[in-house]
């Protein structure tokens, strides 16, 4: 299988696309996803009804995946053993969000209740996966949106 081929299926697995003449960085996104090594987050779509919906800008929905991707990496590296040592991860990781509510502002969007449902929905994903059982709105308690 020739290489662009192998990257055309990464961008179409991870819905890896770009709007409003904004270049997607999903390509590396989606390579160091495939680095996770919990076998769950191999295949997920993180954001999947952000990237669905044309009011968020794809290119800032590739942002928020990259937090989120960054997150399992930390929460591997780190192996957390108590939930307060796995919120304080996620809560850095909502301070990144929080950081980029300006960036949808300036798009004519914003993280509103279905951003911070779709969002929250990811970061219980995250959880469970790696077979924590958490308060959805401990996990994102330090957001602002």
Same mark, same amino acid.
């Given at each position: 299988?020739?290489?662009?081929?192998?990257? *055309?299926? +990464? &961008?179409?697995? *991870?819905?890896? #696309?770009?709007?409003? @003449?904004? /270049?997607?960085?999903?390509?590396?996104?989606?390579?160091? $996803?495939? @680095? !996770?090594?919990?076998? $769950? =987050?191999?295949?997920?779509?993180?954001?999947?009804?952000?990237?669905?919906? /044309?009011? *968020? /800008?794809?290119? &800032? +929905?590739?942002?928020?995946?990259?937090?989120? +991707?960054?997150?399992? &990496?930390? !929460?591997?590296?780190?192996? /957390?053993?108590?939930? $307060? %040592?796995?919120?304080?991860?996620?809560?850095?990781?909502?301070?990144? =969000?929080?950081? &980029?509510?300006?960036? *949808?502002?300036?798009? %004519?969007? %914003?993280?509103? #209740?279905?951003?911070? %449902?779709?969002?929250?929905?990811? =970061?219980?994903?995250?959880a469970k996966s790696f077979g924590f059982e958490a308060d959805v709105e401990e996990l994102i308690a330090t957001r602002e949106w």
């Amino acid at each position: 299988m020739n290489n662009y081929f192998l990257i *055309f299926l +990464v &961008l179409i697995a *991870f819905g890896c #696309t770009s709007n409003r @003449n904004k /270049p997607a960085k999903s390509i590396k996104t989606a390579m160091t $996803q495939l @680095n !996770i090594k919990n076998d $769950q =987050f191999k295949s997920y779509t993180f954001l999947k009804n952000m990237y669905e919906d /044309p009011y *968020f /800008p794809n290119f &800032l +929905v590739d942002k928020g995946k990259a937090i989120l +991707v960054e997150l399992c &990496l930390k !929460i591997e590296a780190q192996n /957390p053993k108590k939930l $307060q %040592e796995l919120y304080s991860l996620t809560h850095a990781a909502t301070s990144r =969000f929080n950081d &980029l509510d300006d960036e *949808f502002a300036e798009n %004519e969007s %914003e993280i509103e #209740t279905a951003a911070r %449902e779709c969002i929250a929905e990811d =970061f219980d994903f995250i959880a469970k996966s790696f077979g924590f059982e958490a308060d959805v709105e401990e996990l994102i308690a330090t957001r602002e949106w």
